[in-house]
């Protein structure tokens, strides 16, 4: 309908329709995302094809949804990576989460074992940029204090000192 009518009053309607449909066929977050990427492709195809429809608001929340469990299925890659000590490729999934899925729930715990595997690999610098970033955050955050435990925040870098002047020739 949204290709052959997309001026008829219920093309929005069916391209939220088309978009929840292909969302049903991802059923859970470990599974192949292909169905998932469908769907958030028909959302993004309603919210820009019709702004001003009333349905927005819907395809947004779903939409967020929907990311979550993009996630959330980065995060279980990045946790197989990760228990197998293979810290630079777990790494690369936690960031795309921080990256791409950066306001979704999950968001947090990839942040949290991005810390935990950098302290791992000794990337002191990198944890603790990290954990400054969490603890502005989540300031009450329990996993965040106890994974950024004995970690300082990164300092300012300070301009150096000038120096004397030397002995002229």
């Known amino acids: 309908m949204v290709e052959s009518f997309p001026d008829d009053t219920l093309a929005d309607d069916a391209a939220l329709e088309a978009a929840r449909s292909y969302r049903s066929l991802w059923r859970r977050p470990t599974l192949d995302p292909t169905y998932g990427e469908t769907a958030l492709a028909s959302y993004n195809t309603l919210l820009g094809l019709y702004p001003d429809s009333p349905l927005i608001p819907t395809a947004n929340k779903e939409i967020a949804e929907l990311s979550d469990w993009f996630a959330q299925k980065d995060l279980s890659t ?92």
Not at 80 to 88: C, E, F, G, I, T
Not at 93 to 110: C, N
Not at 145 to 152: F, K, L, N, Q, S
Request: proline share 9%.
């Open 78 to 169: 990045g946790l197989y990576y990760l228990s197998l000590h293979a810290y630079d490729s777990a790494n690369i999934y936690f960031k795309d989460i921080l990256t791409r899925w950066a306001d979704t729930p999950t968001a947090r715990a990839a942040a949290v074992r991005l810390v935990q595997s950098y302290r791992a690999i000794h990337y002191r610098e990198d944890a603790a940029e990290l954990c400054a970033q969490l603890r502005k955050k989540f300031p009450d955050g329990r996993d965040v204090a106890e994974t950024c435990r004995g970690i300082a925040d990164v300092a300012a870098p300070t301009p150096a000192a000038p120096k004397p002047p030397g002995p002229t020739s």
